[in-house]
């Protein structure tokens, strides 16, 4: 069946780092591939997202890459902010069917200031 | 419109008894979804809805669990004879049919079963 591995957390950074936070999958035909934050207090809201391989998903300076041939949707964001501090999930849909999400574990990071 | 919305936000109940959630979804949305998140986890499929019809069910979905989505607008689940296993958070989400649109998601309600 389709899954979704994330990083591990928590990531722990400081303002102005750098950040990655790693995301493969399994899934079978040509999913749609998300990232998700969840603020606190706050409902899940989509952050980015790529439909087909070789995409590239942004929003507020976060960037992902769609890569088929690694199976991997990594996240990225050249600058964070204190702002940033969330919990964040990686997530695929089959592109048939309910298109029901199938989400990772989530990796909480927390900037630091 | 103001979103997705669930009730209530917090129920805390004892063993046995039953529960029942509510979602509305925006307005014009004609798939629902509910999902459960229990803690360090991320959110699990339980099942959907277009418009009025429950499409499919995850086996998570134990006989206890019951969802409904009178003429389409908004949905409720119910479970019975609650266990303690039961504690977690029932998200609902909801987007319009068709490929890759984006999934709207309420705030929760979290069930505690004491």
């Known amino acids: 069946g389709n899954s979704v591995t994330q990083m591990e957390g928590p990531v722990t950074l400081s303002e102005e780092a750098f950040l990655t936070i790693n995301c493969t999958y399994t899934?079978?035909?040509?999913?749609?591939l998300f990232w998700y934050v969840q603020y606190p207090g706050e409902g899940l809201q989509l952050l980015l997202k790529?439909?087909?391989?070789?995409d590239k998903g942004s929003n507020k300076g976060f960037e992902a890459t769609y890569r088929k041939e690694t199976t991997s949707f990594h996240l990225e964001k050249g600058s964070v902010q204190v702002s940033d501090s969330a919990v964040y999930f990686c997530?695929?849909?089959?592109?048939?069917?309910?298109?029901?999400?199938?989400f990772g574990q989530g990796t909480r990071l927390t900037i630091n200031p | 419109d103001t979103g997705v919305s669930q009730d209530p936000r917090h129920k805390i109940t004892k063993r046995g008894q039953n529960v029942t959630f509510r979602c509305d979804p925006i307005s014009e949305h004609n798939r629902l979804y509910w999902y459960r998140q229990t803690l360090g986890q991320g959110p699990e499929f339980l099942t959907y809805f277009q418009n009025e019809a429950q499409l499919e069910k995850s086996r998570l979905l134990s006989d206890r669990f019951s969802a409904e989505r009178p003429k389409g607008s908004f949905s409720t689940l119910e479970i019975q004879r609650t266990e303690q296993g039961d504690s977690a958070m029932y998200l609902c989400?909801?987007?319009?049919?068709?490929?890759?649109?984006?999934?709207?998601f309420g705030q929760g309600t979290r069930l505690t079963v004491v």
């Open positions: 790529a439909t087909k391989a070789d």
């Open positions: 899934a079978t035909g040509y999913p749609s």
């Open positions: 997530a695929l849909s089959a592109s048939e069917g309910a298109q029901k999400l199938v």
């Open positions: 989400a909801s987007t319009y049919r068709g490929a890759n649109t984006e999934a709207f």
